[in-house]
């Protein structure tokens, strides 16, 4: 079973920056893929980022490409999300993700707020 806790949430101003992470436990292989989510009120889960531990390739949804990036800490056991030039669009509770399948994510965290407010 993994768990995992994010982290860094907050209230950051329009332009502004923020970084979250993503700490996994409860074993000691880290799982094949991680990946970053967010749901803004009223709307659906959207897909941001994923990264495959092995070898590090990352993947990204198109309309946040350049704007966020996301890596992985072998050390902490952890992946990060870097989100630059933050607007009241991207104010969502963000949410960690975890599988070893080639599918669907079998292993979520708790999310942490992001919200983006002057």
């Known amino acids: 079973q993994v768990q995992l806790v994010e982290s860094g949430g907050g209230v950051v101003q329009p332009g502004g920056s923020l970084r979250l992470s993503c700490a996994f436990s409860?074993?000691?292989?880290?799982?094949?893929?991680m990946g970053w989510f967010r749901q803004a009120p009223g709307k659906e889960r959207e897909f941001i980022a994923q990264i495959y531990w092995n070898g590090g390739r990352t993947t990204y949804a198109d309309s946040l490409k350049g704007r966020f990036t996301i890596s992985r800490d072998t050390v902490k056991n952890a992946i990060d999300l870097q989100m630059t030039n933050l607007a009241s669009e991207d104010t969502a509770v963000y949410y960690c993700a975890a599988t070893d399948s080639a599918y669907a994510y079998d292993y979520w965290g708790q999310g942490t707020q992001v919200t983006v407010s002057s």
């Open positions: 409860g074993r000691t292989s880290p799982p094949f893929r």
